[in-house]
């Protein structure tokens, strides 16, 4: 099959023709013809006559910078083809155009008496509409005009549509299309056999893999036919509305099996989850684009390059199994690796970054067969190494399995003698834990009545340190410095405050409730019937204090005492405070001796604190 791709490509390189017009003499018995080297007329609105093109013949020109992406499926083509048959000239010649998918072409062949024939064709129509029975659209050259004459066609196609064709007598186009069926039997006879195969290996076995690699070569056999226009000739020929759907329809298929077909042979699931789960959510996104391609917008057809997206997926997937010692993908690395080079050559000459030559054209056909054969050594690989690790692993257990019995007999010997010893150091061991108990229940007693000795000496520490601190506080010459070192911080004045204001319980001042949560601020209570949340300096003489509250106590202790031998200079040198603000909060206090219950728990704050326990303010 590689010859006859090479030949091809000879023929076409050889073939080949550039000029104003196309001298059918008996020299040459081909000429090829790309798009770049036609005159072309571009009829942007597509409104344009025949009679229109034929006044217009001067327009026509070579676009010799024309490249696939640049065609305009809203366009019409007019193509101009000049030709000159020798007066002498006896053979047959016929104008063939390559594409099967372009929608549809109109020929304007000359006649002998003035005008032309009008022909229609195209996927649009029937395939038994076709002068010739055959993939491609072919017309035959009237050869009774001898001289120069003009064939006009005009090509419109809702999808890309390649306009290259060929100018060949009859007996070359036999040739050539007996050349070309039999190759497209073998490669289509191939993907045959290879499905069978796997379908009769499932039908004895039952493991899905091979189901779905047949559904997925099923599927490579019909986008195959859709892409080389034997579906339409074969398949539907009375049906060609399938033509603007099968193409799409087939290579969905292709790549639906294909993430199946990866999924089961790599086993995903097991090896890597984070691959399975993108796996499957590609299956449900490409077949969601698909059902609404199907059914709305058969458009969406057109972009055929995503299946870039899949088949990288695909690779990579086979590549991540491999590298973690999967050893049956490597195959699989190889067979995908070529089929998604097939993709990206088919991407890059529609991008027009590789030239356009029959092995490139072909390239996916050839990918397919390499793909195939690949995937066949993966699944015989697979097994072959199933049925080593089972033959390897059928000789460890024979192996083992003697080697356990005369572990067995070895161990039950060894095991009645240990035993014996087992037993006798049991009894001995007993008699020595029975006076070791007796010794611990000695020595728990002992340290019982000691534990008792010293939660009697801690409860009288932490009284004495109750009444030592009660006379610190009471002293009335206690100094800043002093004083700080009881109240060092404002978290433990909040302490203090905590225990004198809710040490005998919490009440709520709007609703009498007694149940709480924690409030919005530090040792702040929120009532859970009304909600009201209350500071722990609510309702108490620091409450809006504006500075440390640690030297707040200082000038209540202060005032409590009626220590008046500091002033209020010395003071606000003494707290870094601001005189006004040491007088506003000494008047504060001042107010709250008016009453004499306030000024009772006021003065007495600091010397009750460690007796009252349910001391509100």
């Known amino acids: 099959m590689i010859k006859a791709f090479l030949y091809l490509f000879l023929i076409q390189s050889i073939g080949s023709s550039n000029g104003d017009h196309l001298y059918l003499d008996g020299d040459r018995d081909e000429f090829l013809r790309p798009i770049n080297t036609l005159d072309i007329l571009i009829d942007s609105i597509g409104v344009l006559t025949f009679d229109d093109v034929l006044s217009r013949s001067e327009k026509f020109e070579v676009h010799d910078q024309f490249k696939p992406k640049d065609y305009c499926v809203t366009c019409t083509y007019w193509v101009k083809l000049t030709l000159e048959i020798p007066v002498k000239s006896e053979g047959q010649w016929m104008i063939e155009f390559y594409d099967q998918t372009i929608d549809s072409i109109t020929a304007y062949i000359p006649k002998v008496s003035d005008g032309y024939q009008k022909d229609e064709a195209g996927d649009y129509f029937p395939f038994g509409e076709k002068s010739f029975a055959h993939k491609n659209f072919e017309w035959l050259i009237n050869s009774d005009i001898k001289g120069k004459q003009e064939v006009y066609f005009r090509v419109k196609s809702h999808s890309y549509a390649d306009i290259r064709l060929a100018v060949r007598t009859v007996n070359r186009f036999v040739y050539y299309s007996l050349n070309e069926y039999f190759l497209y039997g073998i490669f289509y006879g191939m ?251 000695q020595q ?95 309702n108490t003489i620091f409450h809006r204090v504006k500075f440390p509250l640690e030297k707040a106590f200082y000038i209540l202790y202060i005032m409590s005492h009626d220590a008046n031998e500091y002033t209020l200079d010395e003071l606000s040198e003494m707290l870094n405070l601001r005189r006004n603000t040491i007088w506003n909060f000494k008047k504060k206090i001042a107010e709250k001796y008016q009453d004499e219950e306030s000024k009772f728990q006021v003065k007495n704050i600091f010397s009750l604190h460690l007796d009252t326990s349910d001391y509100q303010k």
């Open 444 to 538: 728990t007693e002992a340290i019982n009545k000691i534990n008792s000795k010293l939660d009697l000496d801690n409860w009288k520490l932490k009284n004495n340190i109750k009444e030592v601190l009660q006379d610190r506080l009471i002293n009335k010459n206690l100094t800043y410095e002093q004083f700080n070192e009881i109240f060092p911080s404002e978290l433990t004045c909040l302490n203090f405050l905590d225990k004198l204001k809710w040490g005998n319980g919490f009440h709520c001042i709007k609703c009498e409730n007694k149940k709480f949560s924690k409030g919005h601020h530090t040792f702040s209570k929120r009532c859970t019937k009304c909600g009201y949340d209350e500071s722990i300096t609510s």
């Open 191 to 441: 993907i045959f056999i290879v499905s069978i195969y796997n379908l009769l290996i499932f039908s004895a076995i039952r493991e899905r893999k091979y189901l779905y690699y047949t559904f997925y070569i099923a599927s490579v056999f019909v986008y195959a036919m859709c892409v080389d226009g034997i579906a339409y000739q074969y398949l539907w020929p009375n049906l060609p509305g399938w033509n603007q759907i099968a193409y799409g329809t087939a290579l969905f298929s292709l790549i639906f099996w294909s993430l199946l077909f990866t999924r089961r042979f790599l086993n995903t699931k097991v090896r890597s989850p984070r691959l399975h789960k993108i796996l499957t959510w590609t299956i449900i996104i490409r077949t969601v684009i698909f059902v609404i391609a199907l059914l709305f917008d058969h458009e969406l057809f057109e972009y055929r390059n995503i299946e870039l997206i899949p088949m990288t997926l695909i690779f990579y997937s086979s590549i991540r199994v491999w590298y973690k010692g999967y050893k049956p993908a490597r195959f699989f690395v190889l067979a995908y690796g070529m089929l998604f080079l097939g993709f990206l050559i088919k991407a890059l000459l529609f991008l027009s970054i590789i030239p356009f030559i029959i092995l490139s054209y072909y390239s996916l056909h050839v990918c397919f067969l390499l793909e195939m054969l690949f995937l066949t050594f993966a699944l015989s690989d697979r097994v072959r190494i199933l049925k080593d690790n089972r033959d390897r692993a059928l000789k460890r257990s024979i192996a083992q399995h003697k080697e356990n019995a005369e572990l067995k007999d070895k161990v039950n010997r060894e095991l009645e003698e240990k035993i014996g010893e087992r037993t006798k150091q049991l009894e001995e061991k007993n008699m020595e834990l029975a006076e070791t108990n007796q010794q611990l229940f």
